[in-house]
């Protein structure tokens, strides 16, 4: 057996992976640990367990950024190897919390196995090279074993003044449509009966090789048998305004999802110019009204960003009227975070108070909408992959405009659809009970490994899908709730874990304020008592 200080023998160690963020970040993990896992290394659930820890972060806001540099520094302090991947590791790799610590860059995860085993053996290597787009047909281990990610394009060709993922994902980079179909034609083979496409903006799909999005949607749909649902990740108003006609017959087919991620950000003409958004609140109502007229009970979510530097009260009133107008059933929103080195990271900032007075007035409407009532008696078509609730007595399915349906845990429907009668609805997801099994196919049985959600591949907090019972995680309030598939294109996570990083953040806050008041209560007191035992003595002299 290997002695003390002696190499590990590659391929026999334990890794547990931790990731923040996007879809996109979610594929990323699942690569990386089908690769460790070909290889022949152990995926486990807790840090505690492992040889080596991976951190795939996101950089899109301050508080996750914050959470990963403190797991980092928690590893270090226990002398627990660390590999940093992710949008943190790539646009910052020299900064000081990085130093010593291992770095495999957003195109270079096909190397994660060299990574760590060069970092286990106790050398700290960087590879952040940018090069090809790594390839789709790496192994797998999916979070979810019935629903593939499947990314479609990296970077994005906008410049928004806040963003900092384009440092880190750089400029727009197609996969060809050929092999974005075969990847979904070896996936549904695997028992895939849901596939998820993802990038840092859907509708930019295809501009650099001559091709878009929707003839890419047209191409997979083709291929996909009954049993298999398509859902098109987040796509900017701008690129969408191209193919509306086209998107809205795409929502209609009865293998795609009636669901569309759409950032606004804000209802502001003069925001959305200092943003660098490129389209106006009218565009995005136009694209609003034609979905709406065209696809009936579509899903439309958005995102708002409360207290971007110069917003000013009349401002947010007409973001506020946006949103009455509409009232999404799906809206992301958090207050304004300035990144490092961004535009809008130099311009003069709202009033902490302020912004969280605009985000407490945002979820003070948000809450009072009913969105899901008029479901209730209805019997629905709802597909399920292989989501368990928290409660572990009832499963997760959606219906065509994916709303989330929580039904009575039965395994054995697994990989397919049914029939379910609706009997309550709550603010972010209804409740039924499965009246009849669909006649349609469903998924053969899963020919990959897997893992369940929560497991070593921790996090996917875009994932509003994979948590429930469904109060547990969302009507927080000022914190961000995101769309799966998305960019988190507001700058937050999903509800339940940007809570617990904000709780985290306070706790730490008051424990560094009562900390630093004890202290300073201890040096008066030190200070009073010497200065009397020094006039004490200069009086008796």
């Known amino acids: 057996c290997d002695q003390p200080g002696d190499p590990m023998v590659p391929g026999t160690g334990a890794v547990h992976i931790k990731t923040w963020g996007c879809s996109h970040n979610q594929s990323d993990s699942e690569y990386m640990a089908g690769l460790l896992s070909q290889?022949?290394?152990?995926?486990?659930?807790?840090?505690?367990?492992?040889?080596?820890?991976?951190?795939?972060?996101?950089?899109?806001?301050?508080?996750?950024?914050?959470?990963?540099?403190?797991?980092?520094?928690?590893?270090?302090?226990?002398?627990?190897?660390?590999?940093?991947?992710?949008?943190?590791?790539?646009?910052e790799p020299d900064n000081k919390f990085l130093k010593g610590v291992s770095i495999i860059g957003v195109q270079q995860i096909d190397r994660v196995v060299e990574v760590v085993e060069q970092t286990i053996n106790g050398n700290a290597v960087r590879f952040l090279g940018q090069r090809t787009r790594p390839s789709l047909d790496l192994p797998k281990i999916r979070r979810n074993p019935r629903v593939e990610i499947l990314t479609i394009n990296t970077g994005c060709l906008n410049a928004c003044t806040y963003c900092k993922t384009k440092h880190a994902r750089g400029k727009l980079g197609s996969y060809e449509p050929e092999v974005l179909v075969?990847?979904?034609?070896?996936?549904?083979?695997?028992?895939?009966?849901?596939?998820?496409?993802?990038?840092?903006?859907?509708?930019?799909?295809?501009?650099?090789?001559?091709?878009?999005?929707?003839?890419?949607?047209?191409?997979?749909?083709?291929?996909?048998?009954?049993?298999?649902?398509?859902?098109?990740?987040?796509?900017?108003?701008?690129?969408?305004?191209e193919h509306l006609e086209e998107i809205a017959q795409v929502l209609l087919h009865p293998r795609v999802y009636?669901?569309?991620?759409?950032?606004?950000?804000?209802?502001?003409?003069?925001?959305?110019?200092?943003?660098?958004?490129?389209?106006?609140?009218?565009?995005?109502?136009?694209?609003?009204?034609?979905?709406?007229?065209?696809?009936?009970?579509?899903?439309?979510?958005?995102?708002i960003i409360c207290g971007f530097p110069g917003e000013t009260e009349a401002h947010f009133e007409e973001t506020m009227?946006?949103?009455?107008?509409?009232?999404?059933?799906?809206?992301?929103?958090?207050?304004?975070?300035?990144?490092?080195?961004?535009?809008?990271?130099?311009?003069?900032?709202v009033d902490t108070r302020v912004a969280r007075a605009r985000t407490k007035a945002i979820t003070q409407v948000f809450d009072?909408?009913?969105?899901?009532?008029?479901?209730?008696?209805?019997?629905?078509?709802?597909?399920?992959?292989?989501?368990?609730?928290?409660?572990?007595?009832?499963?997760?399915?959606?219906?065509?405009?994916?709303v989330q349906v929580l039904l009575p845990l039965d395994t054995s429907l697994f990989g397919s659809s049914c029939n379910a009668e609706i009997t309550a609805a709550g603010r972010f997801h209804v409740m039924g009970h499965v009246v009849s099994q669909s006649e349609h196919s469903r998924a053969p049985e899963l020919?990959?490994?897997?893992?369940?959600?929560?497991?070593?591949?921790?996090?996917?907090?875009?994932?509003?899908?994979?948590?429930?019972?469904?109060?547990?995680?969302?009507?927080?309030?000022?914190?961000?709730?995101?769309?799966?598939?998305?960019?988190?294109?507001?700058?937050?996570?999903?509800?339940?874990?940007?809570?617990?990083?904000?709780?985290?953040?306070?706790?730490?806050?008051?424990?560094?304020?009562?900390?630093?008041?004890s202290l300073l209560v201890m040096c008066v007191a030190l200070w009073a008592a010497f200065s009397a035992r020094v006039y004490a003595i200069v009086s008796n002299s």
């Not at 997979?220 to 990740?233: A, F, K, Q, S, T």
């Not at 950032?263 to 565009?283: C, F, H, I």
């Not at 078509?381 to 959606?398: F, L, P, S, Y």
Request: with cysteine.
């Open 321 to 349: 009227a946006l949103i009455n107008k509409y009232e999404f059933g799906i809206m992301n929103y958090t207050q304004f975070y300035a990144r490092p080195g961004t535009p809008a990271a130099k311009m003069k900032k």
């Open 182 to 241: 075969q990847r979904c034609v070896d996936a549904v083979a695997e028992g895939v009966c849901e596939i998820w496409l993802t990038s840092e903006d859907t509708g930019a799909y295809g501009r650099d090789i001559g091709t878009n999005i929707a003839e890419l949607l047209w191409q997979i749909v083709e291929i996909l048998p009954d049993h298999v649902m398509l859902r098109v990740g987040m796509t900017n108003p701008p690129y969408m305004l």
């Open 39 to 91: 290889y022949g290394y152990r995926l486990v659930d807790t840090p505690a367990e492992a040889d080596c820890v991976i951190l795939n972060s996101c950089t899109v806001k301050s508080p996750s950024q914050d959470h990963f540099i403190n797991m980092i520094r928690e590893h270090a302090g226990a002398s627990k190897p660390v590999v940093a991947a992710g949008c943190v590791s790539q646009g």
């Open 447 to 517: 020919r990959t490994k897997s893992t369940d959600a929560g497991s070593f591949v921790s996090g996917g907090e875009d994932d509003y899908a994979s948590a429930a019972p469904a109060e547990e995680l969302w009507g927080l309030g000022q914190v961000c709730q995101c769309v799966p598939g998305s960019s988190c294109e507001c700058q937050g996570t999903t509800a339940g874990e940007n809570q617990l990083e904000l709780e985290q953040v306070s706790r730490h806050r008051r424990e560094w304020s009562l900390w630093s008041v």
């Open 368 to 402: 009072k909408w009913e969105p899901y009532t008029g479901l209730v008696g209805q019997t629905v078509r709802v597909w399920i992959t292989e989501e368990i609730a928290r409660d572990k007595k009832h499963m997760i399915g959606h219906t065509k405009c994916y």
């Open 258 to 303: 009636s669901f569309l991620h759409i950032p606004v950000q804000s209802g502001s003409n003069w925001v959305l110019d200092a943003m660098k958004r490129e389209y106006t609140v009218e565009q995005f109502d136009h694209i609003v009204e034609y979905l709406y007229a065209r696809v009936p009970g579509m899903t439309l979510a958005t995102d």
